[in-house]
């Protein structure tokens, strides 16, 4: 019987696809993220300083 070798290489290149795809989903997923704090944080300062501003300026 003939016995026929199978080949391997595509199937680390579709490994490889795989991982590299997970990897940037992962990192757009984390840079989102990391993006919607920052904006909650500098609408939180933003609000904090315009209550401070207004004090000041009813106080004086």
Do not use: C, P
Request: charged share 25%; proline share 0%; hydrophobic share 40%.
């Amino acid at each position: 019987m003939y016995s026929k070798k199978l080949d391997n290489k595509g199937q680390g290149s579709a490994e490889l696809i795989l991982i590299v795809g997970g990897l940037i989903v992962i990192v757009l997923l984390v840079g989102s993220y990391m993006s919607h704090i920052t904006e909650k944080t500098q609408n939180n300062l933003e609000n904090l300083l315009k209550k401070e501003r207004d004090f000041l300026i009813n106080k004086i």
